[in-house]
């Protein structure tokens, strides 16, 4: 069995690990799963979001990425499952996350999970977003 592989990203995700004792992405040999990831700026000491639902939705796939690539992923373009979380569902949320498939991953659609919940991670955000990605080239270069 391969060994669990964590990671986390400058700022935010550092200070997520140090305080609230978890990481933003782990690696199980070709597969890659990370945590929920908002819509906040990853470089300021708290979180923090944007005004519009469509710029909080953008940072947060932002987020996804960097996320990802902490343990060798290269990105969006490997990811084949996506669950979002939203503190409402409104056409307008749902524009923004499908806005942001399509730059994303122009060249596939991957399994997706809309679910509305009253609240999510931190006070004021409207949207987490969680991922699996499938990454075998990355599993081969980590067992180098």
């Given at each position: 069995?391969?060994?669990?592989e964590?990671?986390?990203?400058?700022?935010?995700?550092?200070?997520?690990r140090?305080?609230?004792s978890?990481?933003?992405?782990?690696?199980?040999?070709?597969?890659?799963?990370?945590?929920?990831?908002g819509?906040w700026?990853?470089?300021?000491?708290?979180?923090e979001?944007?005004?519009?639902?469509?710029?909080?939705?953008?940072?947060?796939?932002?987020?996804?990425?960097?996320?990802?690539?902490?343990?060798g992923?290269?990105g969006?373009?490997?990811?084949?499952?996506v669950?979002?979380?939203?503190a409402?569902?409104?056409p307008e949320m749902?524009?923004?996350?499908?806005e942001?498939?399509?730059k994303?991953?122009?060249?596939?659609?991957?399994?997706?999970?809309?679910?509305?919940?009253?609240?999510?991670?931190a006070p004021?955000m409207r949207?987490?977003?969680?991922?699996m990605?499938?990454?075998p080239?990355?599993a081969?270069?980590a067992?180098?």
């Amino acid at each position: 069995m391969s060994s669990l592989e964590y990671g986390v990203y400058p700022g935010f995700g550092e200070q997520a690990r140090d305080n609230l004792s978890y990481s933003q992405a782990v690696r199980l040999g070709d597969r890659i799963e990370i945590s929920g990831q908002g819509g906040w700026d990853p470089l300021a000491p708290h979180p923090e979001f944007n005004k519009s639902i469509q710029e909080e939705t953008s940072q947060a796939f932002k987020n996804v990425e960097t996320a990802l690539q902490t343990v060798g992923g290269k990105g969006w373009s490997q990811v084949y499952r996506v669950n979002s979380y939203h503190a409402e569902i409104t056409p307008e949320m749902t524009a923004a996350m499908t806005e942001n498939f399509r730059k994303y991953m122009p060249d596939h659609k991957p399994i997706w999970t809309e679910t509305g919940s009253h609240q999510l991670g931190a006070p004021g955000m409207r949207v987490e977003i969680e991922v699996m990605a499938y990454d075998p080239e990355g599993a081969s270069e980590a067992t180098k």
